[in-house]
């Protein structure tokens, strides 16, 4: 069974960082395109950034400069380090693994507030 569990997200203040991370179980981890998604109450979930299985990647123009994602095929994990957080990058942060099929993970809340 394909899994994937975000962790990382919290309360930060405006001007801090996070790092969330995506473990994935159950997949070849490696042939994976993995993404992360964000969606807050009432909007339609939205693109963040992707990399692709040959770490090629790509960032919507809302989080460009300022996220940046990586990935650890030896631990099935994919990264999001957000930096220079604003109140507008508050939402529910979803991971997403896409191989002929595509998985999500459950999200993990990111809440930046003074």
């Known amino acids: 069974q394909v899994q994937l569990v975000e962790s990382g997200g919290g309360l930060v203040q405006p001007g801090g960082s996070l790092r969330l991370s995506c473990a994935g179980s159950?997949?070849?981890?490696?042939?994976?395109?993995m993404s992360w998604y964000r969606q807050t109450p009432g909007k339609e979930r939205e693109f963040v950034a992707l990399?692709?299985?040959?770490?090629?990647?790509n960032y919507a123009d809302s989080v460009k400069g300022r996220f940046t994602i990586s990935r650890d095929n030896a631990k099935n994990k994919v990264f999001l380090q957000l930096n220079s957080l604003k109140p507008e990058d508050t939402a529910v942060y979803y991971c997403?693994?896409?191989?002929?099929?595509?998985?999500w993970g459950r999200g993990t809340q990111v809440t930046v507030s003074s």
């Open positions: 990399i692709t299985s040959t770490s090629s990647t």
């Open positions: 997403k693994a896409t191989f002929i099929t595509t998985t």
């Open positions: 159950g997949l070849t981890f490696s042939r994976h395109m």
